[in-house]
């Protein structure tokens, strides 16, 4: 006798397709943590209009093309202790589209303020983030072969030989990738599904919950199932099994420890009370070609990259230069970095941010501004970076 499902009793597993709509071999390294994946199917195809000489729906002729929504929400989680990788790595890749740059890292020679020079050759470039005592910065430029100029200082200045740890960093590319997102469940015999040709229209960070927060929501070819399968489907032979089980690593970030760097020369905030940035790829897929059912292809068009934050007025002079900078439409730079301790870091970076003019919040105690949909932009998919440590 069959039994109901613990809805907790459930498995993902994420991997980019290497061409759209073709779903690619997984292993236990895919697996990832979500909150949760809601799917919805819905017909695309226009009501009949015949005369029938009846009031009755007559149906509709087979098989009509369905739009197929998704939105997955996770924690925000870092490299890891063994440095493998962030478990959204993949969402995060697809999001965005550009290849991950991973950083060894390396041994400090010389500091100097935000000017930090290596051993040897650096190996980095414009973007890419580097780690140390439990902090994270990006490379606003580089010098040199072996020096680079950070976008902000450490907390606790490196000493001479101190070793910079691993990063992975993700940067926007013209086209994103498609993405397959499994979903299994125990006991095995229950249904299991693949969604597949997954375009991520729309990536979010949330910043000070009780945990930093992703949410990829967007549109896929379909959604298959182990229970309705027919070969074929999304390239398959047969219904793919749930890989061989391995030890499973989420570090995730705790939602209140981090940093907030804002300004036009930025300057670290400690008022910040929440944040959100959006990643809005304006994605379309090639779903009404005569010939075809199911969408053949993602289609971007201008990215939108907008950022949403709150923070209690200070009075005091980089407050004030932020409500300056809104007044004018001044760019600023703006980082943000997620968690305090290696293997727990996710840093956001936005190298050019028009401050919209905040709103005044005076419901509570305290009066806050409300920054909301201040525009990143950039001279050719460099309007965001994001990175783990």
């Known amino acids: 006798m069959g039994c109901q499902i613990a809805s907790s009793n459930n498995r993902f597993y994420a991997a980019i397709e290497g061409t759209y709509g073709l779903v690619p071999s997984i292993a236990a390294s895919h697996r990832f943590s979500a909150l949760k994946l809601s799917i919805r199917q819905d017909p695309d195809q226009a009501e009949r209009r015949d005369k029938t000489g009846s009031r009755t729906f007559a149906g509709l002729p087979g098989p009509v093309r369905r739009r197929t929504r998704f939105q997955l929400r996770t924690y925000v989680s870092g490299l890891g202790l063994t440095g493998s990788g962030p478990a959204q790595g993949v969402l995060v890749e697809g999001a965005l589209g550009g290849d991950p740059q ?29 780690a140390f005592g439990g902090e994270i910065r990006f490379v606003l430029n580089t010098a040199d072969a072996s020096t680079v100029i950070l976008n902000a200082p450490f907390s606790m200045t490196p000493s001479v030989g101190s070793p ?3 990063t992975m960093t993700y940067f926007p590319a013209k086209q994103p990738k498609s993405v397959s997102i499994f979903d299994y469940w125990d006991p095995p015999s229950a249904v299991q599904r693949i969604l597949y040709g997954a375009g991520i229209d729309r990536m979010q960070i949330r910043i000070n919950g ?9 549109e896929a070819a379909d959604v298959i199932d182990s229970v309705s399968f ?34 036009v020369v930025p300057d670290r905030f400690f008022t910040l009370t929440a944040a959100e940035i959006t ?4 994605l379309d897929v090639r779903s009404r070609e005569f010939g075809s059912v199911l969408p053949r292809c993602l289609v971007p068009g ?3 990259v907008e950022l949403d934050f709150d923070l ?4 005091d002079d980089a407050t004030k230069a932020l409500y300056q900078a809104a007044r004018q439409r001044s760019p600023i730079e703006v980082m943000f970095q997620l968690g305090n301790a290696s293997g727990q870091l996710c840093g956001v970076y936005l190298r050019s941010v028009i401050p919209e003019v905040p709103e005044f919040n005076d419901n509570e105690r305290r009066l806050q501004w409300q920054f909301t949909r201040c525009r990143a932009q950039g001279i050719a998919d460099d309007e965001i970076v994001v990175a783990f440590a």
């Open 210 to 218: 009780d945990y930093h927060e992703f949410l990829f929501s967007g």
């Open 102 to 130: 991973v950083w060894d890292g390396g041994t400090v020679a010389h500091v100097a303020g935000t000017a930090l020079t290596f051993g040897g050759p650096h190996g980095l470039s414009a973007g890419q983030a580097v």
């Open 279 to 282: 990643v809005g790829n304006n």
């Open 230 to 263: 027919v070969p074929g489907e999304g390239g398959l032979v047969a219904f793919p099994p749930e890989p061989a089980p391995a030890a499973f690593e989420a570090q995730l970030i705790p939602g209140h420890l981090g940093q907030a760097w804002l300004g």
């Open 302 to 304: 201008p990215r939108r």
């Open 312 to 315: 209690y007025e200070e009075d």
């Open 164 to 166: 910079l740890g691993r």
